[in-house]
């Protein structure tokens, strides 16, 4: 079965730094676009960073200039480091990616993360 996991999430004081990392589990063929959403309390989720198969990333104004989006290629990893994080940044982040299962298929399963806690204390 396949899955998205994520790690790096935790507490850090405003100002401080994380990085957060997500690869598929299980069997896929490729991997295309991937992300990076936001959930805090009593909000909607929302865009934080995407990064395309060919590296052209997008980032959430919130998060520009702070947040940098990177992947590796041939580990099907996606990063998410994040600098001078301020209270507001408060969240569950979520991974996302669309995925390929086969090499007979051109179709793209979009696939979640569980979700890891990021918590900025002022």
């Known amino acids: 079965q396949v899955q998205l996991v994520e790690s790096g999430g935790g507490l850090v004081q405003a100002g401080g730094s994380l990085r957060l990392s997500c690869a598929p589990s299980?069997?896929?063929?490729?991997?295309?676009?991937m992300g990076w959403y936001r959930q805090a309390p009593g909000k909607q989720r929302e865009l934080v960073a995407t990064?395309?198969?060919?590296?052209?990333?997008n980032y959430a104004d919130s998060v520009k200039g702070r947040f940098t989006i990177s992947r590796d290629y041939a580990k099907n990893t996606v990063y998410l480091q994040m600098n001078s994080l301020k209270p507001e940044d408060t969240a569950v982040y979520y991974c996302?990616?669309?995925?390929?299962?086969?090499?007979?298929?051109?179709?793209?399963?979009?696939?979640w993360g569980q979700g890891t806690q990021v918590t900025v204390s002022s």
């Open positions: 299980g069997s896929i063929f490729s991997v295309n676009a």
């Open positions: 996302n990616a669309d995925l390929s299962l086969s090499s007979w298929s051109a179709h793209l399963y979009n696939y």
């Open positions: 990064i395309t198969s060919g590296g052209t990333t």
